[in-house]
């Protein structure tokens, strides 16, 4: 992997971080609001249901950490274990693929996409 | 002082492999850690392999660790650093030794030049000197990383260096922002290919080890910032 590309990599988990500080705050917030007002969880499904500002907020949620996440993960595998940078990235490609198709199946089907 | 008081010195006696030798030095008023090894090497073992030469904090070459801590010893006092009338002196961190406290420089010298430490100028043609007004903003960025003596200190107590051999450290990476910040400069769109990635400024984990240890009070992670976001702007323009 060239030095341009680890910049870029490095570059999109500043971008990453500065998105999920905020879809985590926002995350955290509505949840502690949503059962301290006492919603069930019927209740919180069906006001996701169908809201495309949620599914938006959820859709950059998940693509940011999907993004971040692996990027450290490579840094970690690279500075703390012997395995090689092929490997590294190779696994870590594994990990941004299982978060983001995870976590978008999860977002879509309290959409209403699949039921 | 009392005259009689001795110190224990536990030195580092070996290559890469080796153990701790015990020696007894006699305490003297101001006495540095450089005086405690030329002690030991001159009156106690012939033997000991150490480097040294201005022993003014000059030249940068007499760095050694100290009770596990980097330090320059021509310029650190016994009284500073001994704990209940002991040393422990070793090598620097990170880097293979050559003998007893004799470090390969090699490495760190070879990764200075990597990170495209050499000065050349921009304009070659020039035949009149440039004029850099000492309170411009580049000239006072240069300031403040130029007086590194290249004693490899920042380089021992990098962790990041520890855990990828191929971290250029803090070091070379100062330089090649004191570099970046010289208006005479040329080669700078090198310099910062050079030292992009996971070789480079972008491994640095900004624990400040190297400027909590510093001989000269420099601060490398500031510089490896700079760096950061003059790589970034490169690379956002496509000059990377």
Request: hydrophobic share 45%; charged share 20%; with cysteine.
């Amino acid at each position: 992997m060239s030095a341009r590309v680890q910049t870029w990599m490095w570059m999109a988990q500043r971008a990453s971080a500065a998105l999920l500080a905020v879809t985590i705050t926002v995350h955290l917030i509505t949840l502690i609001y949503a059962v301290r007002g006492g919603l069930s969880a019927a209740e919180i499904i069906a006001r996701l249901q169908g809201n495309v500002a949620w599914l938006c907020f959820y859709v950059i949620f998940i693509g940011a950490a999907a993004v971040h996440a692996p990027i450290g993960v490579r840094t970690i595998l690279l500075e703390s274990t012997p395995l090689s940078p092929r490997v590294a990235d190779a696994l870590c490609g594994v990990l941004l693929i299982t978060i983001l198709v995870a976590g978008l199946r999860a977002v879509f089907g309290l959409y209403g996409f699949s039921g | 002082m009392d005259r009689e008081t001795t110190l224990r010195v536990s030195v580092w006696r070996g290559t890469d492999t080796g153990r701790f030798v015990d020696y007894e030095v006699p305490r003297r008023e101001s006495q540095t850690v450089l005086d405690v090894i030329t002690y030991i090497q001159r009156r106690l073992d012939a033997s000991l392999a150490y480097r040294f030469a201005c022993r003014v904090g000059m030249c940068g070459s007499c760095a050694m660790t100290v009770n596990g801590v980097p330090r320059w010893t021509c310029r650190t006092h016994v009284a500073k650093v001994e704990r209940n009338d002991t040393l422990q002196i070793g090598p620097l961190r990170n880097l293979s030794v050559i003998k007893d406290l004799a470090v390969d420089m090699g490495e760190f010298f070879d990764k200075m030049q990597r990170a495209g430490a050499t000065f050349e100028p921009a304009d070659k043609g020039r035949a009149d000197f440039a004029v850099v007004g000492p309170e411009s903003p580049p000239r006072r960025l240069v300031d403040a990383a130029i007086e590194c003596i290249g004693c490899g200190v920042c380089y021992s107590a990098c962790e990041v260096v520890a855990w990828n051999r191929d971290y250029l450290g803090p070091a070379a990476l100062n330089r090649a922002w004191s570099l970046v910040n010289d208006v005479r400069a040329g080669g700078n769109p090198a310099r910062l290919r050079a030292v992009a990635g996971d070789a480079g400024c972008h491994s640095c984990h900004s624990h400040q080890s190297c400027r909590q240890w510093c001989p000269k009070n420099l601060n490398p992670t500031a510089s490896i910032s700079g760096l950061k976001r003059a790589v970034t702007r490169a690379a956002i323009k496509g000059t990377l």
